[in-house]
DNA sequence: ATGGTAGCGCTGCTA
């Protein structure tokens, strides 16, 4: 079962690159991020030509996640259900069961810099997938929480750590999120099969990142110990950021037996 | 070198 996460950065811009890559590499459950559609523009039919199902949450020209699988498409539910009784105002998580695994789409708030509202948000936003979590599922569960987490797990995974010291994507307070997560039973499948560094899934469009290999590794796909078990490779497709018009992210693919 | 690119949508915000 190959399960993969993607931000598109415009599902109606990339819609032909996101179909071309489908038939080339056949996920069982591709999770997008960033398709900035409302849920009337998304192309369902498309889809199911392909052989898919598909699930969208979405709010028109920001944020937006779907999950598009051909192993079944349960149980969807849109937006946290911790308790706390007042929806997210973004269109930023999607949960669906597919082939007997629980997924979540996620779009984690940028935070923008330490200083402002926005980080306050992503905190909070990571707190409230964690106690989503612990209402609704089981470490013990078939976990897959996947996404732009818009974290850089560790120094690894940035192309200039001196140079991010305290700034989004790298502080110590949303790293701890994550390791809470981790703590709780959802670790990052990417790294049980890859230790270096360099390996990213994110280059800015600007300066020419991508040609310079400056980027970082902020698209992650999280598994519980099961799916982590059942997990024998991991990849980015970096082909997915050359040519015309491509999105700033590239897939991030595991395979499970 | 304090810029640069892309998307949305129409002016400036978001990333």
Not at 36 to 46: E, P, S, T
Not at 224 to 237: L, N, Q
Request: aromatic content about 8%; overall charge negative.
């Amino acid at each position: 079962m190959r399960i993969v996460t993607w931000n598109v950065n415009s599902l109606a811009v990339r819609m032909e690159r996101v179909t071309e890559w489908i038939e080339l590499f056949s996920p069982d459950v591709l999770c997008l991020q960033e398709t900035k559609l409302g849920n009337d523009a998304f192309a369902h039919d498309v889809f199911e030509e392909l052989g898919y199902e598909s699930a969208h949450h979405g709010q028109g020209q920001w944020n937006g996640v779907a999950i598009i699988s051909k192993v079944g498409l349960d149980d969807v539910r849109p937006d946290f259900d911790d308790g706390r009784g007042e929806p997210d105002p973004d269109a930023r998580i999607l949960w669906a069961t597919c082939g007997g695994v629980r997924i979540a789409s996620c779009y984690v708030p940028n935070g923008r810099s330490l200083d402002d509202d926005h980080y306050t948000y992503k905190l909070d936003w990571l707190d409230r997938l964690a106690a989503d979590l612990d209402t609704n599922t089981s470490p013990a569960d078939d976990l897959c929480i996947v996404g732009d987490f818009n974290i850089a797990p560790d120094d690894r995974d940035v192309y200039d750590p001196a140079g991010m010291i305290d700034m989004t994507h790298t502080s110590q307070a949303e790293r701890d999120k994550l390791a809470n997560l981790a703590d709780w039973g959802i670790t990052d499948l990417f790294r049980q099969h890859h230790d270096e560094a360099g390996l990213y899934s994110w280059w800015d469009y600007r300066n020419g990142d991508f040609h310079k290999r400056r980027g970082m590794r902020i698209d992650l796909l999280l598994g519980s110990a099961s799916v982590a078990d059942r997990t024998h490779r991991t990849f980015v497709d970096r082909n997915a950021r050359k040519g015309k018009q491509p999105s700033d992210h590239a897939p991030v693919v595991a395979d499970l037996r």
